[in-house]
């Protein structure tokens, strides 16, 4: 009997946890009322990193958000859909000019639209929602990491890039050092080339030399031996 009532007691408590959990917005994601309507902004992929692609994620709900399970996918019971065309966006981050951004509606999602672009710098982001909702003038701001969701962060590269002026330098050492093996393959060919010259000529000679011995021997002597010969030609 007690271990009924455990088991009861724990199906209880974790039903009520599911149903807190489907009735919020999704997490490292700020939201708040807009007149009758309920904003939920945040980054589409979290956490954010700079330079890999990324965007709005705008979540807009006539009341309070409430959440369904319709082909076996959570989704907005009470959304509000068409709001691509009669609401902007745009993005900011420190002193840069703001970037429009292109409000599109998220396909089996209704109510939640994003807007895609790639942050090049880690910090806080700013989205400014603005337009009309059925009439309602819209012109809300939405800063990360103030508005509960996360700042931009970085991420370890590899292999570590070059900065701007680096491979304009990197190029000029690489002509040089390929200029410099250029011009000690020259002088040692050239050195080759001399030396291979040297050998010949005193070849030459040599033979010049052992052909005047024999004929010296010839004119004294008579024919030379073929001992002769060969000691001549060693020299």
Do not use: W
């Amino acid at each position: 009997m007690k271990r009924k009532l455990f088991f009861g007691i724990v199906a209880a408590l974790l039903a009520v946890t599911l149903m807190t959990f489907a009735s919020r917005p999704a997490s490292a994601h700020g939201g708040r009322e807009v007149g009758k309507y309920y904003f939920t902004v945040g980054f589409l992929d979290e956490p954010a990193y700079a330079g890999l692609k990324n965007g709005l994620d705008l979540t807009i709900c006539d009341g309070e958000c409430k959440y369904t399970m319709k082909e076996g996918s959570r989704v907005i019971s009470n959304p509000v859909e068409g709001l691509e065309k009669s609401l902007k966006a745009e993005v900011s981050m420190g002193g840069s000019a703001p970037l429009a951004l292109t409000l599109e509606p998220r396909y089996m999602n209704p109510g939640k639209y994003a807007a895609y672009f790639i942050p090049s710098k880690a910090g806080a982001y700013t989205f400014h929602i603005f337009g009309a909702i059925n009439g309602q003038k819209v012109d809300e701001k939405f800063t990360s990491g103030i508005d509960h969701f996360s700042e931009v962060e970085e991420i370890a590269h590899y292999p570590q890039t070059t900065t701007a002026g680096q491979p304009q330098q990197s190029a000029s050492t690489d002509v040089d050092a390929l200029r410099t093996q250029v011009n000690d393959a020259t002088n040692r060919a050239n050195t080759a080339t001399t030396i291979g010259i040297i050998g010949i000529v005193a070849g030459v000679v040599g033979l010049a030399a052992a052909g005047l011995a024999l004929a010296r021997k010839s004119s004294k002597g008579g024919a030379p031996t073929q001992k002769e010969t060969i000691d001549s030609l060693r020299g």
